[in-house]
């Protein structure tokens, strides 16, 4: 089982549609939690951090359920420069900051 | 200011051939990730450097590669021997080092081993 498990779709949603995407991690000690974007052919950019009393930017909504593990990004009011791949990305506990990355999701959003 | 940056952007090599990745991260940033993107999969982590020493090798894959970061700057990241399935998107981070810290991205360079 991947440590971080998202589904990698394809999403594929008009301009103005919410979308939600979700990812569950194994390790039940992971600390941080974070949603990276990523475009096509792009380095991976901070898109939020996730904290367990949910957090908001902007039309972007992350929540933390750290008794199901399990992450969300709602994105309301989609644009079409949402189009992109979603990563869920989780640091463990080790003391060491490596990244652990979900597969990504991918989201179209279509005129 | 500027990020991080990778060199080369792009490599085609040849298997059995060696190759050098170099990454300059962003000044002042103690902490420098290696991780690794192949076609379909996720990115996954290979090494990580606090200051020049590397307390975390766990993520790299033989003993084909290895890294080093000197002056606390600069890191390269070699491939002995490359094989076809080294072929992915290496992608260098910095961060400040402190727990949690933002991580950010070069560019990455594009490897290609025929």
């Known amino acids: 089982r991947k440590e971080v498990e998202q589904d990698p779709g394809p999403f594929n949603v008009p301009e103005g549609a919410t979308v939600a995407f979700n990812c569950t991690y194994s390790n039940s000690a992971s600390q941080s939690f974070f949603w990276y974007r990523q475009d096509c052919r792009k380095e991976p950019k901070l898109l939020m951090s996730?904290?367990?009393s949910g957090n908001e930017d902007g039309r972007f909504t992350a929540q933390l359920n750290r008794a199901s593990q399990y992450i969300s990004l709602l994105i309301r009011d989609s644009k079409l420069s949402d189009s992109a791949t979603y990563l869920c990305?989780?640091?463990?506990?080790?003391?060491?900051?490596?990244?652990?990355f979900g597969t990504g999701t991918r989201l179209l959003v279509s005129p | 200011g500027a990020g991080v940056s990778q060199s080369p952007s792009n490599k085609v090599t040849e298997k059995g051939k060696d190759v050098e990745l170099r990454c300059d991260p962003i000044?002042?940033?103690?902490?420098l990730y290696w991780y690794r993107q192949s076609l379909g999969q996720g990115l996954e982590f290979l090494i990580y450097f606090q200051g020049n020493s590397a307390p975390d090798k766990s993520g790299l894959p033989s003993d084909r590669f290895s890294a080093e970061r000197t002056g606390g700057s600069v890191s390269t990241l070699t491939i002995q021997r490359t094989q076809q399935e080294d072929s992915a998107v290496y992608l260098c981070?910095?961060?400040?080092?402190?727990?949690?810290?933002?991580?950010?991205f070069g560019p990455g360079t594009r490897l290609l081993v025929l």
């Open positions: 990305v989780v640091i463990g506990n080790t003391g060491f900051q490596k990244l652990v």
């Open positions: 996730v904290y367990s």
């Open positions: 981070a910095s961060s400040l080092g402190g727990f949690g810290e933002t991580q950010y």
């Open positions: 000044s002042g940033h103690t902490a």
